[in-house]
């Protein structure tokens, strides 16, 4: 069954700590995406990838980091640098060409 | 003034109304429309998909968009309980920002039986 996997599906983080969100997709998608969703703010877009071993920032990446070693892997790291860290955090991917994102089912992650 | 506007509501509707969701925005450059459903705690999911003026239907749901306007809408006819979702209008530009969706903050709806 194709879909996009996150996990883990609740994640607490100590201050001080990186802790780092999985995305995995199966779709055979070439994009993915990171997305942030705070109450009443929609989705902002964090740090995106087009294609392997390459990614570009989105517009809140302070804070944050990625890597894009596999077509089916984009993991995301919250460091310790990014103060207000509480929210949904969403992965995304889509194909090439004129193709809608589809969206996996989030992590949220919460100060202890 | 944010590129996308979307009224959050909340909105609530008796079972059967029909329901009338709408997006603004002010960036010309905005080529293709989506609107997507989520439900509490899970991941939006994609319903209606256009790039062009016009209307595109697909069972209870009407997708409307009018560039001229930038104006986007999405009606759900015979609204069920289980509509009650918050929906997110999204939309993108092409070129070299192809695949970068802006999205209003999303509308809450509660269909009520």
């Known amino acids: 069954d194709g879909g996009i996997t996150q996990s883990p599906k609740y994640l607490f983080r100590k201050e001080g700590q990186n802790v780092t969100l999985s995305c995995e997709q199966n779709?055979?998608?070439?994009?993915m995406y990171w997305y942030r969703q705070d109450p009443g703010q929609g989705l902002r877009l964090i740090y995106y990838?087009?294609?392997?071993?390459?990614?570009q920032k989105g517009d809140i990446a302070e804070g944050y980091s990625v890597s894009r070693e596999k077509k089916e892997s984009f993991p995301l790291t919250v460091t310790s640098a990014q103060k207000n860290p509480t929210a949904f955090y969403l992965c995304?991917?889509?194909?090439?060409?004129?193709?809608?994102?589809?969206f996996g089912d989030g992590t949220r992650l919460s100060i202890l | 003034q944010k590129e996308v506007e979307q009224d959050p509501g909340p909105l609530s509707v008796p079972e059967g109304a029909i329901v009338s969701l709408n997006c603004t925005y002010s960036?010309?450059?905005?080529?293709?429309f989506m609107w997507y459903r989520q439900y509490s705690r899970k991941g939006p999911e994609l319903l209606m998909y256009?790039?062009?003026?016009g209307n595109k239907e697909d069972g209870r749901f009407t997708a409307q968009v009018d560039k001229s306007s930038k104006y986007i809408s999405l009606f759900i006819r015979d609204s069920q309980p289980s509509d009650s979702a918050t929906y997110l209008c999204?939309?993108?530009?092409?070129?070299?920002?192809?695949?970068?969706?802006?999205f209003g903050q999303g509308t809450i709806l509660t269909v009520h039986p």
């Open positions: 960036n010309s450059a905005f080529q293709y």
């Open positions: 999204a939309m993108g530009a092409g070129g070299t920002s192809y695949g970068k969706l802006t």
């Open positions: 256009t790039y062009s003026s």
């Open positions: 990838s087009q294609i392997v071993n390459d990614f």
């Open positions: 995304a991917s889509r194909r090439t060409g004129a193709q809608p994102q589809h």
């Open positions: 779709l055979n998608h070439d994009a």
